[in-house]
């Protein structure tokens, strides 16, 4: 089976954005890590990133595919900022009936208030923030037993 892992917009700048919050690594590090978790479950890995939300809802489409297939173990799904302003994923998400994992590298919940809602949550399985990178690793530690 195969792990989808889906990151948004800005996080291509993972490891010199903001790495107060976001930290050192860079989203090749993020790659590599989820490479290696996967392999430990004996799952294939896409891992893909845009800063354009309708390239987003098109790979959560192609996800959708591989679940209808019985082929995906599973979608983390990192969609930065249209966590918070995104009707189309959540729709994209819920119309696929993806099994998904709202993931964040930073604690949301600790910053600003417009991050506090997120669009996805409802169709999410589980909800991850606040590990930072490792939070990738649990995700797909945690789908793999699904
Ligand atoms: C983020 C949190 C979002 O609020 C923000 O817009 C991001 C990254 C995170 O991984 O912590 O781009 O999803």
Known sequence: KTVFVLNGPNLNLLGTREPHIYGAHTLADVQQLCQSACER????????????????????HEAGRLHADGRLAGLV????????????????VKGTGVPMVELHISNVHAREPFRHHSYLSAA??????????QGYVLAIDGLAQW
């Open 124 to 133: 999410a399985r589980a909800v991850l923030c606040g590990f930072g990178v």
């Open 41 to 60: 479950h004996g799952l294939a890995l896409q891992f893909r990133q845009s800063n354009h939300e309708g390239q987003l809802v098109d790979w959560v």
């Open 77 to 92: 799904l990192n969609a930065g900022a249209y966590t918070h302003t995104s009707v189309a994923l959540l729709d994209a």
